[in-house]
């Protein structure tokens, strides 16, 4: 979907698609600290990893609330330096697929329309489950209550 802030902030406009190595995600993850809700503050050496992780609503085409989470990833500092000039194997700008899609949406033609045949129209990206083991899940916080 269209993110909101691609159609209100001109330095947000662009929609990127970024491929990683599933090895390089997981590393990645794995330098985590998990930001916001569950009322936890937090510590010093969590304020001290490189890479932020915040859940968020998965929203439907439609932008209606699905009952699962979307993760959100910020990488800073060296971290971020190493993220876009040794893991990073290609980015794609989405941006005309996702404002077609939002004109789809828009126009009322989803109506009938499953996911395989949005793929098929080039609307939206082919998705497939990340498989997590218990250490990345306790990691990113995954079995902990979202605050709502």
Not at 112 to 139: C, S
């Amino acid at each position: 979907m269209v993110s909101v802030f691609s159609l209100q902030d001109p330095n947000q406009a662009d929609i990127l698609a970024i491929r990683i190595t599933l090895r390089n995600f997981r590393n990645l993850l794995c330098l985590t600290s998990v930001t916001g809700g569950h009322g936890k503050v937090m510590t010093a050496e969590e304020k001290s990893k490189p890479v932020r992780v915040q859940w968020d609503p998965e929203r439907s085409m439609r932008m209606e609330e699905l009952p699962y989470r979307s993760i959100q990833i910020g990488v800073s500092g060296e971290m971020g330096r190493k993220w876009v000039e040794e893991w990073i194997d290609g980015i794609e700008d989405v941006t005309a697929m996702a404002r077609e899609l939002k004109e789809t949406v828009d126009q009322g033609q989803l109506d009938g329309v499953g996911q395989e045949a949005l793929v098929a129209k080039g609307l939206v990206p082919e998705e497939r489950p990340y498989e997590v083991d218990e250490e990345l899940r306790r990691i990113l916080g995954m079995d902990v209550k979202a605050d709502h």
